[in-house]
């Protein structure tokens, strides 16, 4: 079955750059959407960005400009380049995937990773 698993979480000052990644097994879809998600502490689950096979992305309006997401094919590995980092951007952040169809929206989601934690100060 389709396991995610996230890495490249850490701690890094306000104004710095992280790149996450998300390594997909068993996920042969030739049409699929993946996307990433986070959630402070009592805070609900925000949508990051997205990206289809496509080449279709969409990012959440506090992450435009600065967030850019990709997918390599030949590695399976969703990646979420991060720069200019705020505190407010500390959270866990999760990645996701489905097959078919593509929106910014979490409950669409069929597959789950266990998360990375980001910290900024």
């Known amino acids: 079955q389709v396991q995610l698993v996230e890495s490249g979480g850490g701690s890094v000052q306000a104004g710095g750059s992280l790149t996450l990644s998300c390594a997909a097994s068993?996920?042969?879809?030739?049409?699929?959407?993946m996307g990433w998600f986070r959630q402070a502490p009592g805070k609900s689950r925000e949508a990051v960005a997205s990206i289809n096979s496509d080449g279709w992305t969409a990012y959440g309006d506090s992450v435009k400009g600065r967030f850019t997401i990709s997918y390599d094919d030949a590695k399976n590995t969703l990646y979420l380049q991060m720069s200019r980092l705020k505190v407010e951007d500390t959270a866990m952040y999760y990645c996701?995937?489905?097959?078919?169809?593509?929106?910014?929206?979490?409950?669409?989601?069929?597959?789950w990773g266990q998360g990375t934690q980001v910290t900024v100060s």
């Open positions: 068993g996920y042969t879809y030739r049409s699929y959407c």
């Open positions: 996701a995937a489905r097959q078919w169809g593509c929106r910014l929206l979490a409950s669409i989601f069929d597959y």
